[in-house]
């Protein structure tokens, strides 16, 4: 593609449109961070960030570059892991997050209407604050909901409460022409026409930009209780979890998590964890409107663990063990990064029943390959997030040991009828993976469909599926 | 389109394929029941109907259907009521009926794979025999799994569990040009590209062919018990559905229906419906795992139905009960067709807190068009079912009034920020008011979306989007 490097004159008409001078950063004045995500090594800088503050903003903008062949990348937080909100071809950064106001509470609807740039921390204590619940629950509470919408964030609570995606209702979307459009609404249910609205959530900033989302709410449950449960062996560990699943008694999250993950956190936090009796654990949760619901449904479960070879049963009903038991699980991410020099990670998702031929091959590699992995992850969804860390190795062995193991480890999942992401995305720094996994004629398809939206191909190019 | 008329040398293409003559119906033998579906008054013969049995049999046929550009039309029981399965342009017809196998149930991962021509009851008798539970429950029994995959059914327990597609987990699909993919798989959280299993559900026989399917299913709640609420007037019943949603107690259920709806059924059943005490009813259900719990639930809804003005709780607790109830509810759509010469449909949706005011109108038009209409619905979803019905109008009288009382309802659930459809699907009969409802962009994107599933338009046309 050929795309119009961004000139004075463009930023005139872009001073033109947005008119407060402060939320324009050009050349020198682009801050480092805009030129990377948390943690791809992907490394562009945009020519010009703009924050903008509405949807007339973001389609003037877009209807712009569209008419003049200008690369556009959406950006939230910044808080992705793919590579997904970087200038890779540099252009115009549109920044969402100043777009963070509270639209609408609908209590007759149950739904809540919302800017991207809400941070996923300020939407779950928002609508806490008023007795209801938004049940998707990924780790990085500091990501905005535009971000988690456009990655189908999944996080813990998947178990039972499903992903992102089950709970968008409507997006108000800017396409990269600069029409408006509005893809589902409020309505519970839509037969009318292809899932447009579906098909947004997860497009990684390449379909269209959303500038707006009606969200799904649930009355608040009025209890939640936390088992920790110690196992001899992570694989006993992991055994166990079909039978919960299967087990009437569905758990919100069923986390597993080793005991050299939970050292690196409990340095990183300067926080003791509430057990060391075990080098493996199940962490599950329980939420429901009485106590006595929730107990049943956790006795039942515990009964389970047991039964397969748990050590013991640890009951976190105070919000101080509360807190630091979800603390630490919380902290995971960081505390592996601050462990090591530099890091890379895996999102695999397989199907649950396979999660642990996959943990342990994971585990294998760590001889095979010899490089250092680190893993936790959902293990009641079969998602797992695997870290392999840089450590004292150079650039060219980094590159090759790393290399490596992701081959090995996206074949295993592939093997395993898993997919390459499960929450985290494609963005930029999976594609390769992505292309290897996926039947050609699929990855045609997709290429139509982003010719469908965006046939100058102008924004976020070279993520996903665009070479 | 230039499509190619299906000749005697394509005929003997589709014998040297299929081999067993009786699964090939050609010309004369062709069955009227395969020009039209359930209800839609599109009528249309396909050349030849082909009663596949095998993803290669579907994978041959459209591959030479592709490269010869022959249109095809998919076909399950041919339940669906706007037209979707009637082949327009004639040519190919592929019944989908006898592709009926159970295929895999995976008890580690609680799916089940089947082929697309599995009815729905079949299905819900198979996994509820083995303790296991396939949540959605639309009205049509005998619609095959597939067909309720290409419109995105919804049914009478969306309220708790939600529609078709948060149940579907992957699906095996034949392209237009003859490739079979795969789309999604047994993971239960997948952020790998674009959303290509949510897109397939729903896309009505247009943009693939199903051919297997992997479904969630969950444990099977053990008891389940239905309340049938008589109010004075269903604006009451219906002014209370906001409270009931908003109480931490979800029912599975909660549909309205008047008296003259009732007397329909009681009178094509041949059977007492088992209250006669008011003109309208909220029916709800309660499912979970033991009896207290949902006691429990149902004793809140209920104080909160008395307190908005329920004339009385009849607790259905006994089978039989519950069957008479249920049943007659199961048979609104043959009571009302039973009881005038000919009818067509509207499936609006609309927010849940303007059900009210969308049914108020609906009944005010039985004055202003002078037409009888008859409605019946899920209240806890928003999605109406009116029937307007024919009597003994002349056809022009018929044309007339039916159109103008169409185009009314379909303008009023725009102006309620609600939908064409909501489980019925647009097919042929509904697409001029998809396209009134719908921003011309849009349009043009579903379009383009066609296109880069089958750029010759070989695949169901004139349906959905396309002119």
């Given amino acids: 593609m050929n795309y119009k490097r961004l000139d004075q004159n463009d930023l005139k008409t872009i001073r033109a449109i947005i008119k407060e001078e402060e939320r324009i950063l050009y050349g020198e004045e682009i801050n480092e961070e805009y030129s990377h995500d948390e943690l791809s090594d992907t490394v562009s800088y945009p020519d010009v960030v703009v924050k903008v503050i509405s949807t007339e903003e973001v389609s003037e903008i877009m209807r712009y570059a569209y008419e003049n062949t200008i690369p556009v990348t959406p950006r939230g937080s910044g808080t992705g892991l793919v590579g997904a909100s970087v200038a890779i071809e540099h252009g115009i950064m549109l920044d969402t997050s100043l777009m963070n106001r509270f639209l609408e509470l609908d209590e007759n609807n149950l739904t809540i209407t919302v800017e991207p740039g809400v941070l996923l921390m300020e939407l779950a204590a928002y609508v806490q604050d008023r007795d209801l619940f938004y049940p998707p629950d990924p780790g990085e509470k500091s990501a905005t909901i535009g971000g988690n919408i456009s990655t189908n964030a999944g996080g813990m609570r998947a178990v039972k409460y499903g992903v992102t995606r089950d709970y968008v209702r409507g997006l108000e979307v800017v396409l990269p022409d600069g029409k408006v459009v509005e893809f589902g609404g ?8 292809y899932a447009m609205k579906d098909l947004m959530v997860g497009s990684e900033g390449t379909l269209g930009i959303i500038t707006k989302a009606t969200l799904k709410l649930l009355p608040l449950p009025k209890k939640a209780i936390s088992l920790l449960i110690p196992f001899p062996t992570l694989e006993k560990a992991i055994r166990t979890v079909p039978f919960i699943i299967k087990s009437k008694s569905i758990p919100t999250a069923i986390e597993f998590m080793q005991r050299e993950v939970i050292l690196d956190a409990e340095k990183y936090l300067g926080k003791k964890f509430p057990d060391s009796s075990a080098d493996a654990y199940l962490l599950l949760k329980f939420d429901g409107n009485s106590t006595e619901e929730i107990e049943k449904d956790y006795a039942n479960v515990a009964q389970i663990c047991l039964e397969q070879g748990a050590i013991d049963i640890l009951i976190s009903d105070t919000n101080e063990r509360e ?64 870290y392999i860390l840089k450590d004292d ?34 963005g ?30 102008i924004l976020n190019p070279h993520k996903v599926c665009q070479m």
């Avoid at 980094?398 to 295993?412: F, Q, R, S, T, V």
């Avoid at 992505?434 to 398809?445: K, Q």
């Fill in 428 to 457: 930029y720094a999976k594609k390769s993976y992505l292309m290897e996994s996926m039947d050609p004629a699929t990855v045609e398809i997709m290429r139509g469909i982003k010719r469908a939206f965006d046939p100058k191909n």
């Fill in 186 to 193: 409020k309505v519970v249910k839509n037969s009318t026409g």
């Fill in 323 to 386: 807190e630091s038991i979800w603390k630490a699980r919380g902290a995971f991410l960081e505390a592996i990064k601050g462990s090591t020099t530099y890091m890379d990670e895996v999102d695999v998702v397989v199907p649950r029943g396979s999660v642990n031929e996959m943990v342990e091959y994971i585990h294998g590699l760590y001889k095979e390959v010899d490089i250092r992995i680190k893993s936790f992850g959902h293990a009641g969804d079969g998602n797992l997030h695997a």
């Fill in 393 to 426: 190795l150079s650039e060219e062995e980094w590159e090759n040991k790393m290399k490596a193991a992701m081959d090995k480890i996206y074949g295993k999942a592939r093997e395993l009828s898993g997919q390459v992401s499960g929450e985290h995305g494609i």
